[in-house]
């Protein structure tokens, strides 16, 4: 017989975990931001000698610009 059951409990959470998770989770882990020629970018390492980069919408680089200005005043606390 198995038996389900639905556990509550209080619980931590880490609100800069949150946010680089979130970070993360739209760049992949590692992943930067930037603007070249007014044109954005996500960065990312295609292996230790070798960056790549793909552009991305002004959405997703406001988003994530959002994002860490929010992890930054988090880590002045």
């Known amino acids: 017989m198995k038996v ?3 556990f509550v409990e209080k619980v931590t959470i880490n609100p800069k975990d949150v946010i680089t998770s979130l ?3 739209a760049l ?3 992943g930067w931001i930037f ?3 007014g044109k954005l970018f996500r ?3 295609l292996s230790r000698t ?3 980069k793909e552009e ?3 959405e997703l ?3 994530v610009k959002a994002l860490q200005l929010v992890n930054k005043r988090l880590k002045d606390e």
């Open 61 to 63: 680089y406001e988003y």
């Open 23 to 25: 970070i993360n989770d």
């Open 56 to 58: 991305i919408t002004e």
């Open 4 to 6: 389900y059951g639905t």
């Open 50 to 52: 070798l960056d790549g």
């Open 43 to 45: 960065g990312f390492e």
């Open 35 to 37: 603007k070249e020629d």
């Open 28 to 30: 992949g882990k590692d």
